[in-house]
């Protein structure tokens, strides 16, 4: 193999190095126990989505379907006046 | 044949004719690393906020007006205390407030501090405040997005809020949350439920809705039930339903980038193909060389093969390797936009890394075979033709 090539595979596995040791420091626990905090604290698991005032914030409780909007859900309250 | 010589022959073709891969591994890049980018804030997100199911409360009753969700009384709350099974009843007060200067809105979250629960909650979060003195005022924790907004605007300690009486009321603001929280509390203002009832004009036995838990799982559908019977007029969420919806969460954007992905994937390939369909002279000239000087065709293949895949391994890996940095070190400027939206306050989310290796290892093999078959395939048309032939 020739010069170039192994500097460019050392490169290659210099990254792969960078994101690995990135991975493994990552504080997973201390952004587990913030986020459930925040949500025990105020019962909110909505993510902040950074939309207009007369948009909804909330992903739940949303009757549209997310994959195919064109599509209507069901919603419980159909069937109450049912019974 | 797999020799050291073969590597230094292999090695020294593709340095030799790096001008003409360049182009090739660069276009790669570009489409690797933005589907990699793609995909990995979707995983993020997506991974982040199922790790929050486990606090989150297992139902949540709304009132309906007109098929729209109003304020609920908060003697349903009461109601829901006396079905066998039901626990943890937590009247929640939240609603949005317009800063209509600057086109921007914030979320006003009420939290009863009184609760032992909250206390210890609110304790944990802004571990440097005292406790005591957030609660004996008008005071409220915001969210590091509407901090950095106020700050702009030049309310650095306090706002004045403008209630639907008309009145002004003034909080201060007492803390920030971490960044940590920025995925969720990016535009939320905490304050005590009364506070909040004034700011959004609700009288004292309303709350926006009830959350609360049951202890049973298996009781689910029964206390569903159960509820549902309370009122005709009350909408209830399950966890299960956001559960739902947080696995599809973004699925349609993924989605999207990658059937745009596979469209562009062919394109490439059909341009390679024609590319070296068209076997330029130098190119037919040296498999021409190369079976003359005695390779067989089954070697100039293993030579084109690992040329090629050669190319395909260095441009996935800087491909990849660029989208996680881009994403999970630079938390991915320009692209969170698409997930996050950009039209109310910044948020400043630091992704959590997740790499799904099922999803990688497929974008790898849509993306190798296709490739390795439209350079394969013109040259064994040519390494079949005669030597002599090849090289005119």
């Known amino acids: ?83 | 044949m797999l020799n050291n010589s073969f590597f230094y022959f292999l090695t020294l073709q593709l340095y030799k004719e790096k001008s003409k891969h360049l182009a090739v591994v660069l276009l790669s890049l570009v489409v690797i690393f933005l589907l990699s980018s793609v995909l990995f804030i979707s995983s993020s997100l997506r991974y982040s906020l199922f790790e929050t199911l486990e606090a989150q409360p297992d139902f949540v009753v709304t009132k309906l007006k007109a098929g729209e969700p109003s304020t609920t009384p908060i003697d349903w709350s009461d109601e829901l205390l006396e079905i066998y099974g039901v626990s943890k009843i937590t009247p929640r007060v939240y609603g949005r407030y317009f800063f209509k200067s600057k086109d921007k809105s914030f979320l006003i979250v009420g939290v009863d501090f009184l609760e032992e629960q909250s206390h210890k909650g609110i304790e944990n979060l802004i571990s440097k405040t005292d406790i005591k003195s957030f609660l004996s005022g008008n005071n409220m924790i915001v969210g590091e997005g509407v901090k950095k907004f106020l700050e702009e605007n030049y309310y650095k300690d306090s706002y004045q809020f403008l209630t639907p009486k008309g009145e002004f009321k003034k909080v201060d603001i007492i803390s920030t949350l971490t960044t940590k929280t920025n995925l969720i509390s990016n535009d939320m203002m905490i304050m005590p439920q009364e506070l909040a009832q004034e700011i959004l004009g609700y009288s004292q036995d309303e709350v926006t809705d009830i959350a609360f838990n049951v202890i049973n799982p298996d009781e689910w559908q029964n206390i569903n039930n159960k509820v549902l019977e309370l009122h005709y007029d009350l909408r209830i969420i399950s966890k299960d339903e956001i559960k739902k919806s947080y696995q599809n969460l973004y699925n349609y954007k993924g989605g999207l980038f990658l059937s745009l992905f596979i469209v562009l994937l062919l394109t490439f390939s059909l341009i390679l193909y024609q590319r070296y369909n068209m076997v330029y002279s130098t190119e037919r000239r040296n498999i021409g060389l190369l079976r003359a000087v005695g390779w067989s065709i089954n070697d100039i293949l293993k030579l084109k093969f690992l040329e090629t895949i050669s190319l395909v391994i260095i441009s996935f890996v800087l491909g990849v390797a660029l989208a996680y940095i881009y994403t999970f070190i630079f938390d991915a400027p320009l692209l969170k936009a698409i997930f996050l939206g950009a039209e109310n306050l910044e948020n400043g989310v630091a992704f959590r890394p997740v790499i799904e290796m099922g999803v990688l290892s497929s974008i790898f093999f849509i993306y190798a075979i296709p490739f390795i078959a439209s350079v394969l395939i013109p040259v064994w048309r040519v390494a079949i033709t005669d030597a002599k032939e090849a090289m005119l």
Not at chain 1, 12 to 36: A, D, G, P, Q, R
């Open chain 1, 1 to 83: 193999m020739i010069k170039p090539f192994l500097s460019l595979f050392l490169v290659l596995f210099l990254l792969l190095v960078v994101i690995l040791v990135h991975s493994i420091n990552y504080n997973y626990t201390l952004e587990k126990k913030s986020l459930n905090e925040i949500v025990a604290l105020t019962s909110t698991a909505s993510l902040a989505l950074s939309v207009g005032y007369d948009k909804s914030r909330e992903i739940k409780g949303s009757r549209s379907n997310i994959i195919y909007p064109e599509l209507s859900t069901t919603s419980p309250m159909e069937f109450v006046y049912a019974q």
